[in-house]
C-alpha cells in the first residue's frame, strides 16, 4: 500500500526553481559598490554614470514631447525621424548607409540590445568569442541563448588591444559571434586602423558574425577618430552595432539605445525585440530625435571628456595610484601595487570603507578572476566630484 503522503511538506519554493537558468549569477559589483557607497557616503567613482545633468534643451524636448501627446506606443522599430536621424549621423560619420526602415532598431538602451543580438543569432551549442576583461552582461546574454562563451584576454602589453592571432585561434567550427566593444570598457582602449584591416581577414576567412558594443563611440581622446566596424564594407556586412544614446547625452536612466545591421540580420534581432520590449518610451525617443538635428553635443563630446580625463590623471599622479593609458571611454584603470597586496575585490571594499572612494575591481571583468592590482575609476563626474575624490585618494 502506497505511504500517505498527505502530512508531507510542501516542497521548498527554492526546490521547484532547481538551479535557475544563470546559477552562477549574482547582483552585478555596480550595483553592490554604489549601494555601498551609498550607504557610507562615498564618494562613487564606481559605476559608469555622470552625477550631472543633461543639456536643458534636451529636458524641454520632453516636456514638449509628453506636453504634445507623444505618449502612446511608437512604432516597433523605433520613431521613424529618430532613426533618421540616427542613420544620417552614422552616415556623416563613418560612411555607411543604413536603411531606417529596415536596418536600425531603437532599443530599450544597449543592453537590451546586446541580449537581443545573442537570442536572435546564437543557440544552443553555439560558441561565442568573448574578449576579457568583458562588460559583465555579455556572458549571462550568451548563456541564455543556449550558446557557450570561449575568451580571450586582451593584450596588456599591447594596451588592451586585441591579439588577433589568439583571436583565430579562439574560432572553430561552432563559433558563431565574436564580440567586441571598442571603444573598451573597463580598460579604455581603442582600435586603431591596423585592427580594421586584421578583422576585415578574420571576417573574410570564417562564416562569423560580429556584435560591435560601440556605446562610447563619441568619447575617444587626443583627436584619434572612432574606428566604427561601420567603417568597412566588408565588417559591416555581418555586423549588429549597438550603441547608447544615455552614454552620449548623459542620460543613462533613460535606456535608449540603437543597433544597426544590414536587413537579413536586422530581420531576426527584431523577430525577437518585438517580444522582448515590443518598444521604447515615446517621449525620450521624439525629444531625441529633434536633438540630433544638431550635430554639436556629440561632436563636442571628445573635448568635454577629455578635460575631465586629463583633470583626474593629473590628481591621480599625485597619489600613490599609477594610472594606465585611457585612449577613449570615461574609465580609466589605476595601478594600486605600490599602496597594497590584497586582491582587487577586497582592494576595493577596503578603498570604500576606509577612505571613502568607491572604484570597481578589474577582475570582475573576467570569467575567473584574474587580479594584476588594478581598479577602474569612472570620470563621468562633476569637476567638484573628481576633486573631492582625489583628495581621499591622496591620503591613501
Known amino acids: 500500500m502506497p505511504e500517505d503522503q498527505s502530512n508531507s511538506a510542501p516542497p521548498s519554493l527554492e526546490r521547484i526553481l532547481g538551479p535557475g537558468k544563470l546559477p552562477s549569477v549574482g547582483t552585478t559589483i555596480f550595483t553592490v559598490m554604489s549601494r555601498l557607497a551609498a550607504e557610507l557616503g562615498a564618494i562613487n567613482l564606481g559605476q559608469g554614470f555622470p552625477d550631472f545633468d543633461c543639456d536643458p534643451a534636451l529636458k524641454r524636448l520632453v516636456a514638449e514631447a509628453v506636453d504634445g501627446g507623444h505618449n502612446q506606443y511608437p512604432p516597433m522599430a523605433g520613431i521613424q525621424l529618430l ?65 557557450r562563451p570561449v575568451f580571450v584576454p586582451l593584450d596588456p602589453a599591447r594596451g588592451y588591444r586585441p591579439d588577433w592571432d589568439r ?123 529633434e536633438y540630433l538635428a544638431d550635430p554639436a553635443p556629440y561632436e563636442d563630446l571628445p573635448a568635454f571628456y577629455q578635460r575631465k580625463r586629463d583633470r583626474f590623471v593629473a590628481g591621480l599622479r599625485a597619489t600613490r595610484f599609477r594610472p594606465l593609458p585611457c585612449a577613449s571611454t570615461y574609465f580609466v584603470l589605476a595601478d594600486y601595487s605600490g599602496i597594497s597586496s590584497l586582491d582587487e575585490a577586497a582592494f576595493a571594499q577596503w578603498l570604500v570603507r576606509e577612505h571613502g572612494v568607491a572604484g570597481i575591481p578589474v577582475s570582475v571583468f573576467y570569467d575567473k578572476p584574474l587580479n594584476r592590482s588594478l581598479i577602474r575609476f569612472c570620470f563621468a563626474k562633476a569637476e567638484q566630484t573628481l576633486d573631492r575624490g582625489l583628495e581621499r585618494l591622496q591620503r591613501v
Open 83 to 147: 532613426r533618421q536621424r540616427y542613420a544620417q549621423k552614422v552616415h556623416r560619420l563613418y560612411g555607411r548607409a543604413y536603411d531606417p526602415e529596415t536596418e536600425i532598431t531603437v532599443t530599450a538602451g544597449a543592453t537590451q540590445a546586446l541580449l537581443t543580438a545573442n537570442l536572435a543569432v546564437v543557440g544552443p551549442g553555439d560558441e561565442v568569442v568573448v574578449l576579457e576583461p568583458a562588460y559583465d552582461s555579455y556572458v549571462p546574454s550568451i548563456l541564455l541563448a543556449g550558446g
Open 167 to 289: 583571436v583565430r585561434a579562439a574560432i572553430g567550427p561552432r563559433t558563431r559571434l565574436l564580440m567586441l566593444n571598442f571603444p573598451h570598457n573597463p580598460t579604455g582602449a581603442a582600435l586603431l586602423d591596423e585592427d580594421l584591416r586584421e578583422l576585415e581577414r578574420i571576417v573574410s576567412a570564417h562564416p562569423i558574425l560580429l556584435l560591435s558594443d560601440e556605446v562610447y563611440e563619441h568619447i575617444v581622446f587626443d583627436g584619434q577618430p572612432h574606428r566604427s566596424v561601420a567603417r568597412s564594407e566588408t565588417l559591416s556586412r555581418r555586423a549588429m552595432i549597438v550603441s547608447s544614446f544615455g552614454k552620449t547625452f548623459h542620460v543613462t536612466g533613460w535606456k535608449v539605445g540603437t543597433c544597426c545591421a544590414p536587413a537579413p540580420l536586422m530581420t531576426e534581432f527584431r523577430k525577437v525585440h518585438q517580444f522582448n520590449v515590443f518598444t521604447v518610451n515615446t517621449p525620450m525617443q521624439q525629444a531625441l530625435a
